[in-house]
């Protein structure tokens, strides 16, 4: 409980959204709970190889949607995007607002790093309200545990009926990583599961170096069965909810995919920024190094840089990165088809 209490509070200080703090919700059991979603219904996914979604769009006439010839698959589990002032803890997906927040977000601008390599699939689910991480006590952690389940239901539904054994990756932001890891602890770590293991892409929240005992951190960009981790400041910044437990947090450059190094990589290893509006811009303007558990960049070789002000780069862990981790996706699944035809 004292670890989820501290992600909890790590939660509420990287969001950049507006919510009205001084709410005080209702109690979690006399707030209204939506109905379980069915996950045999498709509109109860927000991306599926099948429909068509944001996740299929690419930034750059450059890039390709490649998921129907995908022989590899990523179960997405997206961020916190129930943001509206609401007495419930948990969102209906049946909620407008919140499904167009999460398909013009997260699906738009972090599942659809995955299309050139992987079939992409990414559900809906009863996410937790973000005041639960302010007001954890009244309903915050029953609300999470609501939402796990509705993963977990998802993650099954989609193991018994499209997967067919195929290997896969599982990637997540925000909440979604508080999901992701139970997730992987619960179905895939010492597990049969583990074999079909590409990697993990946990973004935006701690993960420790050693979360898994039989999965072990990713120390080189072709590794397989392993994890990657990094939550995105600038330079010299530590947040005011920095702890000094962070130090064991699993930090992997997303510009270079190899062992933690306290260097700063070279501009030349950056292969673009995609934009709020899904443009890429700005290719070598990042450089980045691990250092105190974060993933520090120094500001963007931009003209403008002396009007950056930002020093809390969470809402951007994937953009910022977006090619590289595109192209690291794709060099994994290419170490993994080649091990399994020799």
């Known amino acids: 409980m004292n670890k989820l209490r501290l992600i909890c509070l790590i939660l509420i200080a990287l969001t950049s959204c507006k919510i009205n703090r001084h709410y005080r919700p209702l109690s979690f059991e006399e707030a209204e709970k939506p109905q379980a979603p069915d996950y045999s219904n498709v509109v109860n996914w927000a991306s599926l190889p099948k429909i068509n979604d944001p996740a299929d769009r690419v930034p750059s006439s450059s890039f390709t949607n490649n998921q129907q010839n995908a022989e590899v698959d990523v179960f997405f589990i997206h961020p916190t995007t129930f943001l509206s002032k609401s007495a419930n803890w948990n969102a209906s997906l049946d909620d407008q607002e919140t499904n167009n927040w999460t398909d013009n977000g997260p699906i738009l601008h972090q599942a659809s790093v995955f299309n050139e390599s992987c079939k992409i699939y990414a559900p809906r689910y009863r996410q937790a309200h973000l005041k639960s991480y302010f007001h954890a006590d009244e309903g915050g952690y029953q609300a999470l545990e609501l939402a796990y389940t509705d993963v977990k239901a998802a993650f099954e539904f989609y193991l018994a009926n499209y997967n067919s054994n195929r290997p896969f990756i599982i990637a997540s932001h925000s909440q979604g990583t508080n999901h992701a890891v139970r997730l992987i602890h619960e179905f895939i770590e010492n597990q049969a599961l583990e074999k079909q293991l590409i990697a993990a892409y946990l973004v935006g929240m701690p993960v420790m170096k050693n979360e898994?005992?039989?999965?072990?951190?990713?120390?080189?960009?072709?590794?397989?069965?392993?994890?990657?981790?990094?939550?995105?400041?600038?330079?010299?910044?530590?947040?005011?909810?920095?702890?000094?437990?962070?130090?064991?947090?699993?930090?992997?450059?997303?510009?270079?995919?190899?062992?933690?190094?306290?260097?700063?990589?070279?501009?030349?290893?950056?292969q673009g920024i995609v934009m709020g509006s899904f443009k890429l811009k700005y290719v070598s303007k990042l450089s980045t190094k691990c250092s105190d558990g974060m993933l520090q960049?120094?500001?963007?070789?931009?003209?403008?840089?002396?009007?950056?002000?930002?020093?809390?780069?969470?809402?951007?862990?994937?953009?910022?990165?977006?090619?590289?981790?595109?192209?690291?996706?794709?060099?994994?699944?290419?170490?993994?088809?080649?091990q399994n035809t020799n």
């Open 212 to 270: 898994f005992k039989s999965i072990k951190p990713c120390i080189m960009p072709e590794q397989n069965q392993c994890y990657c981790s990094w939550m995105t400041y600038s330079n010299g910044f530590k947040p005011k909810f920095y702890k000094e437990e962070w130090m064991n947090n699993l930090v992997t450059n997303p510009l270079t995919f190899n062992e933690v190094s306290s260097d700063w990589s070279k501009y030349e290893f950056h």
């Open 297 to 338: 960049i120094k500001k963007p070789k931009v003209w403008y840089r002396f009007l950056i002000r930002t020093k809390n780069w969470h809402k951007a862990d994937y953009n910022l990165f977006w090619v590289n981790i595109r192209n690291n996706v794709k060099l994994r699944v290419s170490t993994m088809q080649t």
